[in-house]
C-alpha cells in the first residue's frame, strides 16, 4: 500500500491549522473591537465558508489563483509558479474551508474571557502583547484547543474544493479523500475500502482528543474558592 | 500627596459628572449600586475614557480632555483592586505577584515576591492556584499584586462584596491597616456606610452620577446636607419641608412643625431625624409630637416602634423610633406616645424626596 495519501493528507491538515490558528485568533480578536455594523458585515463574511459548498469555494479559489486569473497567472509570469494543480494547493482550499471553525470557536472562548483580568493586567503595567499570551490565549486555552483539533478534523476531510484546486494526481496530490473516491471510481474496492478505515480511525482519534480536552478543567472554570 | 478627578461622561441616558480630591487620604465614593462609582474608579485607572475633564494624580496630568492627554493604564501607576479581585486563574499565587512586580532582575523580583507573601501572610502559598484559596486569601494576593507595583494611588472597588459576612469583620480590620501602611491617595468605593464610617477619612456622595462636595466623614452622619446623603447614612426618618422662618422647618409628610437648633438653609426642601433620636417624652413640649403606636417590631438588639402623626399622610410618612428592648417594655404597650426630637437632631437636607 503506498502511503502517500495518508502522508499528504496529514501534511495539508497541519499547515492549514497552524495557518488557521493565527488568523482564526487574529480575526476573533480585532473584530470584537470594530463597531458594531462592520463586525456583523465581517462576522457573515468570515463565516460563509462554513455553509458553502466546498465546490463553490473550489470555483471561487480557482478564480482567484487559476492561471488564467489575476493572482494566479501574475505568479505564473513572475516566478514561473503554478499556485493550483501542486500538492501545496490544497493547503488554499483547506485553509478557507476550516477558517470559520477556528474564527468562531476563537471567538466564543474570547467572549466567555473576563475583561477585568485584562484590565487588572494593563493597571498593572503589563503590556498588552504580554496580557494576550500569557492571561488571555492561556485561559481561553481550551476552546482555543478545541477550535485547532476540530479544524485539524475537518481539513484531513476536505474533499470538495481540494479536489478542484489541487486535483488527483497519485503520489503527487492525492490525498486520502481524493484516493478513496478514485478507488471507488475505477471499481479497486477493497484498496477504496483500506483508506476508508484508515480515515475512519484518524478521525476517532481527533474526535477522542477533543473529549479529552474537554474533560480536563479549564482555569477559567473550575472549582470556586 | 494628591489625587484631582474632575469628569464627566455620558452613557446612553446617564450622566455622569464627578469632581473629587484626595490629599493621601482615603475617600468614600458612596452611592446606591448604579450611581457611577466603578466608572468613575475605571475612568481614573484609564481602563474607561470620559468624555471631558482631567485628573491629575501628584501632579502628573493622567487626563485632561482640553490638552489631549490620556495616558494609557500601564502608565498611570493607579493600583486597582476588583471586586472580584481579577486574579490571573493560569498563574500560580508567586506568579500573580511576580506580575505586579514592575522591573529589576530575576533575583530581585523573586525577593520582592518572597517579601509581599510574608507581608500579607500567605508563606507556604505561592505554588497555590488562585482558585484553590479562600476569598479572603484572594483578597491578599490581589493588594500584595498591586502593592508590589507601587501605585501612586489606590482604588478600591467594594472590597467586601465577593465576601461572607462574618470573614469580613477581620478583613476589614487587615484593610485598614494595609490602607494605613499604604498612606497614599485612596479612592474607596462602596454602599455600605458601616464600612466606609470605619474605613475613610472623607467621603463623597454619588446621586444617579452626580458627586456633591467632599466632607468629612463625621459630617456626613450629623449634617448630610441632602436628602440621597441623608439616606445613605441609614437616616430613617424623611419628610418634605418648607422653610418657616430662621429656626423653624414645616414637615409636610408629618404634618407637625420642628424647631431647629441651627439656622435653617434657604433651599431646604426636607427634614430628616435619626431613628435613634426619637425619644419618648414625659410631657408636651417643644418639639413633642403626639403619635400612635402603629407597629411594634422586635428587632435583633432593640425594638423599631413605627409611629404615626397628627397631620401625617396615612400610612405612608410613620416615624421611625428605636429604642433597647427595656426602655420600651417599660412603657407597658401604649396606644399612644409623646414623642420628642431635640431641635440639634432635625437636620434640614436638600433635595427631592421620592415617596412611593
Redesign the interface.
Known sequence: MDWYPFYNSLRIAAISTVVIFFAGIFAAYYLARLPRLVKGVLDVVLTLPLVLPPTVIGYLILRVLGPRHVIGAWFLRAFGLRLTMTWWSAIFSTTVVIFPLMYRTARAAFESFDRTLADAGRTLGLSNTYIFWHIRMPVCRQGILAGMVLSFARALGEYGATSMVAGYTPGRTATISTTVYQLWRTNDDAAAFRWVLVNIAISAVVLLAVNLLERRPSPQRGAAA | MSLEVDIRKRLGAFRLDVSFASDGDVVALLGASGCGKSMTL?CV???ETPDSGRIVLNGRVLYDSEKHINL?????????L?Q?Y?L???MTVAGNIA??V?NGSRAEKREAVEAQLRAFRLEGKGDK???????G??QRVALA??LA?RPEALLLDEPFAALDGYLKWQLELELADTLRAFGGNVVYVSHSRDEVYRLCDTVCVLTEGRSSPKCRMRELFSSPGTVSAALLSGCKNISRAERLGARALRCEDWGVTLRMGCDVPEDAGAAGIRAHYLTIAPQDGENVIPCGVERVIDDVFSTVVMLSTPGGRAGRSLLRMELSKEAWAAQGNPRSLLIRVAPDDVMALRGGVGHD
Do not use: D, T
Open positions: 475605571k485607572a484609564g481602563i494609557s493604564p500601564q502608565k498611570r501607576r493607579v493600583g486597582y476588583f472580584q481579577a490571573f486563574p493560569n506580575a505586579g514592575r492556584r488562585p482558585r484553590e484559596l479562600s476569598g486569601e484572594q499584586r498591586i507595583n
